[in-house]
């Protein structure tokens, strides 16, 4: 409401003009114009104490609720006749107001549940409904609905959500339920005295930790009981057990868990409160994408303050700069899947194999917010409360079914798999696969069988005598034909679409630029943990990676150099050939990588299996050892730091500076090795730069 402080008002029809343009932004004359009054006629003398009265009771309402009591209050002075009238008048008003404070309080109790932003959406809407409806029966029905729906559909949390808002409260929840588990186990084991069947033990431990809907990675239980009780050996599920013990009783494993727990709760509801969609904000809220964002930010910040350092080599050389130059930059990560794309087309072209592309989405419940042809977003019915999560899960375990029905039915296949939001963040997947010609329509109907096995009757689809033609939309094709285009053409537009948006116009989904969607798209992959991109069949792409580290020819193993000389150059045709062909088994590819093991090097005092090359014939080092993150203590000058670059890439022998165009025919001498350095791929490959 209007708030009087500090107004120098002296007269009822100054005070009258300055509240209506405060309440209902209007000047006098309109406001006279819409209630047929005159305002010198209303308020005079003593009346101003009515007035007075009016302002400080409804003080309290929102603007929305106070307006109509204020403009019926003055309407009803025209009629009033004596001091019974006039309190009469009052009465009334005191009924109103008290009932809608009611209404306001039981509000306020629904919505101290839910997370700010999303709660102040609901309250908008519910004050909409409210100012509709002022008896407040048909508003608290949608409200207690709409809470309750929000509260049954989102994961659990045994503590109200704003307990968990800040990095403070995350990290004292953490400690709380780390020692919940921690006291548990003591109990169990009597300070670790005593030997605990471990199946009763892992589940009587992770108990506060199922209260989230969270647990680290486990056997499965009763299997394992079954093997114990047979004497079978256990000692791959005893090490999960254990890994998993560690973990429960961890601060730090809980202070993520938490913080997941909470981007993944406040990101649901607000998909529910209609702030994910099209028209709004797609793909993610803006809440969800500021905090992106600025945690990239602060990442890029800390990037840029440290440095890598290899003392036992004398190599010094900036973190940001081997983060730009590796797979983590969305430009060379791109490119990559272009180059790797490419290459399955060529050998699809040489082996005989036909492509097809594939779009697949969930069902309608799946969806929350559908969108209008207009391209408005409207509240799906159907909908029962899934997260995009959940229903990536549920295209991964149809996809599962698909290839085992492939192996089954001897089906070959290789390509790439995209995943990108709807509007309202719900995921669907691009596919681009190759097939033998023969085997091509009995994959496309294997595909489908799959994509439509549930709630077919949306679809009207009665049965199994349906064909792919009919599924549109939950599942769509398209044979390749390379007449019109190539195939790596379909992908590329999701591929940029899903980066960086280079090169894409206009997001119609997002309705805005591609760069500007692109970055709506990276958060919403990482609030969500879904993993955009997904080699299908071929080569491991991490020991092309490796190969690509190594410049100097490898001499006396000739699979592994004819490997490395076609990654070198970008050849990933080449590269899988070199790697045991299209068909070879991954178990059976003849070059691999080289590891060792750092025994009890994580913060769960595990080992931890290091990369240090690839191996074949032979083993060939990648990688050098002894690198560590410092913190620069004397600012140096640009040449100096250019210099100590140009050093530490001159001696590292991990780093391929191949430029990834296989058409590039420069020489290493025509570039200095400034330059080279920011073309490497993947000196180093922190994690950290990924938010």
């Known amino acids: 409401m209007f708030c009087m402080c500090n107004c120098n008002i002296n007269s009822g029809e100054q005070l009258l ?38 302002v400080n009771t409804l003080d309290s309402l929102p603007d929305c609720l106070s307006y109509p009591l204020f403009a019926d209050f003055i309407s009803g002075y025209l009629s009033l006749n004596g001091l019974q009238s006039i309190e009469s008048l009052k009465h009334q008003v005191r009924i109103k107001v008290d009932n809608l404070k009611t209404n306001l309080n039981w509000m306020d109790s629904q919505l101290v549940r839910l997370p700010q932003d999303s709660a102040n959406t609901l309250k908008k809407m519910y004050l909409k409904k409210l100012e509709r409806y002022p008896n407040g029966r048909s508003p608290n029905i949608w409200l207690r609905k709409k809470v309750k729906f929000i509260l049954s559909s989102i994961r659990k949390c045994p503590i109200p959500l704003h307990h968990l808002s800040s990095e403070v409260s995350r990290t004292d929840n953490a400690y709380e339920w780390s020692n919940r588990c921690l006291k548990i186990l003591e109990n169990l084991t ?47 599920q005893l090490e999960l057990i254990a890994k998993a013990l560690v973990r429960l009783i961890n601060v730090d494993w809980w202070r993520s868990q938490l913080t997941k727990v909470y981007q993944q709760y406040k990101e649901h509801i607000a998909i529910i409160v209609g702030k994910v969609r099209s028209g709004v904000s797609a793909y993610v809220s803006q809440s969800t994408l500021q905090e992106y964002q600025a945690r990239k930010k602060a990442n890029t910040e800390w990037l840029k303050m440290i440095m890598l350092v290899n003392e036992q080599h004398e190599l010094e050389l900036p973190l940001i700069k081997a983060v730009q130059a590796s797979i983590s930059n969305p ?52 909908y029962q409360g899934a997260t995009p999560s959940d229903t990536q899960k549920y295209l991964c375990k149809q996809w599962s079914k698909v290839r085992a029905k492939f192996a089954r039915k001897e089906i070959e296949t290789f390509g790439f798999r995209v995943v990108e939001p709807h509007h309202d963040g719900t995921p669907h997947w691009h596919l681009l696969l190759f097939f033998k010609p023969e085997q091509v329509e009995l994959a496309r109907q294997i595909i489908c069988e799959y994509a439509v096995e549930h709630d077919k009757d949306e679809l009207n689809i009665t049965g199994d005598d349906f064909k792919p033609e009919d599924c549109n939309p939950r599942f769509d094709f398209k ?48 609030t969500w943990r879904i993993r955009q991109f997904q080699q299908i069949g071929g080569a491991p792409v991490t020991v092309w990676r490796e190969l690509r580290r190594r410049r100097q020819a490898i001499t006396n193993d000739d699979i592994l150099e004819r490997a490395r000389k076609a990654a070198d150059s970008a050849n990933w045709q080449g590269y899988i050939e070199a790697n045991g062909g299209l068909d070879c088994k ?14 009890a090097a994580n913060r769960y005092g595990e080992d931890i299996i290091k990369i240090i090359g690839v191996m074949a014939v032979k083993k060939v080092q990648t990688r050098l050892e002894g690198w560590e993150l410092h913190k620069p203590q004397v600012e140096n000058s640009k040449a100096e730091r250019e210099a100590m670059i140009s050093d530490a890439l ?32 993947n000196i180093v490959e922190p994690d950290c730069y990924l938010a």
């Open 479 to 526: 044979a390749i034909d390379p007449a019109k285009g190539s195939a790596t053409g379909y992908l590329v537009k999701y591929i940029a679409k899903n980066i960086d948006g280079a090169y894409v116009d206009i997001d119609f989904e997002a309705e805005s630029s591609g760069k500007h969607a692109a970055e709506g798209v990276a958060a919403w992959a990482s």
């Open 650 to 681: 001159r001696s590292l022998s991990s780093g391929s500076c191949a430029p990834w165009r296989s058409d590039n025919n420069c020489t290493e001498e025509s570039e200095d090795l400034y330059s080279q350095f920011e073309k490497q791929e």
């Open 331 to 382: 430009v060379n990560r791109k490119i990559e899947l272009m180059v790797r794309m490419r290459g399955f087309e060529q050998l699809a072209e040489e082996n005989g194999y036909v492509g097809e592309f594939y779009t697949w989405t969930a069902p309608s419940k799946y969806h929350c917010w559908n969108k209008s042809e207009s391209g408005k977003g409207y509240y799906n019915s159907s």
């Open 17 to 54: 003009s300055v509240l209506i343009q405060g309440v209902c932004a209007m000047n006098v004359k309109e406001f006279e114009k819409q209630l047929g009054v005159s305002v010198a006629d209303i308020f005079q003398g003593k009346a101003n104490n009515d007035l007075v009265w009016l």
């Open 586 to 599: 991954q178990g059976n590819r003849p070059v691999k990588l080289a590891k060792i093991v750092n025994e």
């Open 190 to 236: 009597e300070n670790q005295t005593k030997q605990v069947d471990p199946v009763k033990l892992i589940t009587a431990v992770k108990q506060p930790a199922e209260q989230w809907d969270i647990c680290p990675r486990l056997p499965d239980l009763e299997k394992m009981q079954q093997s114990l009780t047979q004497g079978d050996d256990v000692t791959y």
